[in-house]
């Protein structure tokens, strides 16, 4: 198998996190013209306010895929380097995507604990 085919889940996370930093800031860009938040807030993050509910939200996906992509990058990386990337090597890295999509749009969506 190619191993060129593990780049098209690497970018499908590329994209994902794009996707989540765009939400984030057009919900911070919301606070600051609601007047929920000061724009000050932003450059020190200590001047007490809070985040909305749904700004945060975004924020935190955006953060937590970006923690979480650089073990996956390795994993494919590494990999492609050695020539392993086979059908259970894909498969595995397309459920990955698929369930860190998941987690986004729980993240960014509903997020209710019970």
């Known amino acids: ?13 590329i994209l994902l996190t794009a996707f989540a930093m765009i939400a984030m800031l057009r919900g911070r860009r919301r606070a600051v013209a609601a007047g929920d938040i000061s724009a000050a807030y932003f450059k020190t993050y200590d001047t007490g306010e809070k ?3 749904k700004a945060r939200q975004a924020e935190r ?9 650089p073990p996956f990058y390795f994993v494919c990386a590494t990999a492609m380097a050695l020539d392993a990337v086979g059908t259970t090597i894909l498969a595995l ?14 993240h960014m969506t509903s997020n209710k604990i019970r």
Do not use: I, K
């Not at 996906?61 to 992509?69: P, T, V």
């Open 1 to 13: 198998m190619q191993a060129g085919l593990l780049f098209f889940p690497c970018m499908a996370l």
């Open 51 to 53: 985040l909305p509910r």
């Open 61 to 69: 996906c955006y953060h937590n895929l970006l923690e979480s992509l």
């Open 93 to 106: 890295a397309w459920a990955y995507v698929a369930t860190r999509v998941l987690q986004a749009v729980v």
